[in-house]
C-alpha cells in the first residue's frame, strides 16, 4: 500500500505512476499521486539547459520559447509610435507623400508586431498575438528600405549621375522593385508559416520562403550599398563613369552630407536586422537564435528602431528640399561652379 501524509513534499509529475504490487509490468495500473504541476514559460529555456535539452519546448504550446518582456514591448511601441507620428508630420510638412507609403507604413507595421508581442507577454499560449507579430515584423523593414533606395537616387541626381552606374531613375525603379519583390516573398512565406501554426503543422516551410526573401533583401541591400559607395567615392575622386551629360550638380554641401551620413547609418542598422533574421531563420523554429529573446530585442526591434529615427533626424525633406525641390535640381550661377568638396 502507498500511503502519503499531508506534509509529505508533492510527488513530481514522473512519479505520478506507481505498478500495483503483485501484477507483472504488462498489467501495471497507474494509481494518480498528484497533479502535474505547471511551469513558468519564463522558466522553461533554463530547465531545457541544465536537464540537456537543447531546444525549447514544442513549438506548438509555446512557440516564443520564452515570455516576451512586458517593459520591453511596451518601450518598443512608444518609439515606434512616437517616430511614425513625428514621420507622418514631417511628410506633411515637406510634401513629400511618398513617406507615407514608405517610412509611414514601416513604422505603422513595426507598431502592429510590437502590440502583438505586448499581448503574447500576457499569454503566451494564444496563437493570434504569435502570428501576428511574426509576419509584421519580418515586413516591417522592407518599405523603410524602399525610403532609403529612394534618397539615394535623389542624392545621386543632384550631385552627378555620371558618377552612377545607374541613373536615378533606374536607380529607384530596380532596387525598389527588388524590395516589393522581396516583401511579397516575405509576406507569402509569413502567411504561410502562420497558417501552418494555426492548424499545428510544422511552419518549416513558411520559414523557407521567408528566408528566400530575407536573403534576398540582404542580396539587394549589398548590391545598393556597393553602389552607393562607388558613386561617393567616384563623385570624391572626380572620377565619372561615363561623360558629363546636361545633368543638373548641386554642391556637396552640409546638408547633403549630412544626408549622406544618415543614409549611412540607417542602411546598415538594415542590413545588421537582415543579417540576423537570414542566421535566425537557417537556424530553425526551434533553434537557440530564434528562442533567445535578447538577439530579437537588439538586432532586430533596436536595429530598425534606430534605423527609422534616424530618418527623423536626418529628414530627406529637410536636408534636400521639400516637394518642389525634389521635382526639379536647377543649376544656379551660385552653384554651379561648387559642386567640389
Known amino acids: ?32 499521486l498528484s497533479r502535474p504541476t505547471r511551469m513558468a514559460y519564463a522558466d522553461l529555456p533554463a530547465a531545457a539547459a541544465t536537464s540537456g535539452v537543447t531546444n525549447s519546448p514544442d513549438f506548438r504550446n509555446n512557440p516564443y520559447g ?106 529607384t525603379l530596380v532596387f525598389v522593385s527588388c524590395d516589393i519583390a522581396a516583401l511579397i516573398t516575405q509576406a507569402v512565406g509569413g502567411a504561410t508559416a502562420a497558417t501552418a501554426v494555426n492548424q499545428n503543422n510544422s511552419p518549416d516551410k513558411g520559414g523557407h520562403v521567408m528566408l528566400g526573401g530575407i536573403v534576398f533583401q540582404m542580396a539587394s541591400i549589398t548590391i545598393y550599398m556597393a553602389l552607393a559607395a562607388e558613386f561617393i567615392l567616384r563623385f570624391l575622386w572626380k572620377s565619372p563613369v561615363r561623360a558629363a551629360d546636361a545633368s543638373p550638380v548641386y554642391p556637396f554641401d552640409r546638408n547633403a552630407k549630412l544626408m549622406l551620413a544618415g543614409l549611412t547609418l540607417s542602411s546598415l542598422c538594415i542590413y545588421v536586422r537582415s543579417v540576423y533574421r537570414t542566421i535566425e531563420l537557417a537556424n530553425g523554429w526551434t533553434g537557440y537564435v530564434i528562442h533567445t529573446q535578447r538577439y530579437f530585442d537588439w538586432l532586430d526591434g533596436g536595429m530598425i528602431c534606430l534605423a527609422i529615427f534616424v530618418v527623423n533626424i536626418f529628414h530627406p525633406g529637410l536636408l534636400l528640399g521639400k516637394a518642389d525641390a525634389w521635382k526639379t535640381v536647377a543649376v544656379t550661377p551660385e552653384n554651379s561652379d561648387k559642386h567640389a568638396v
Open 66 to 171: 520564452y515570455t516576451p518582456t512586458e517593459w520591453i514591448c511596451i518601450l518598443f511601441l512608444v518609439l515606434f509610435s512616437l517616430s511614425t507620428a513625428i514621420h507622418a508630420a514631417q511628410a506633411v510638412y515637406t510634401r513629400l507623400w511618398w513617406l507615407f507609403l514608405t517610412v509611414c507604413t514601416a513604422g505603422t507595421i513595426e507598431i502592429i508586431g510590437w502590440a502583438g508581442r505586448l499581448w503574447s507577454s500576457r499569454n503566451v499560449l494564444a496563437k493570434d498575438p504569435y502570428l501576428m507579430q511574426i509576419v509584421t515584423t519580418i515586413i516591417a523593414p522592407t518599405p523603410l528600405v524602399a525610403a532609403n533606395f529612394i534618397i539615394l537616387g535623389q542624392l545621386i541626381r543632384r550631385l552627378g549621375p555620371s558618377y552612377s552606374r545607374l541613373s536615378p531613375k533606374w536607380y
Open 1 to 32: 500500500m502507498v500511503s502519503i501524509r499531508a506534509s509529505d513534499p508533492p510527488l513530481s509529475a514522473h512519479a505520478a505512476a506507481v505498478p500495483v504490487p503483485g501484477r507483472t509490468s504488462s498489467n501495471t495500473h497507474s494509481v494518480p
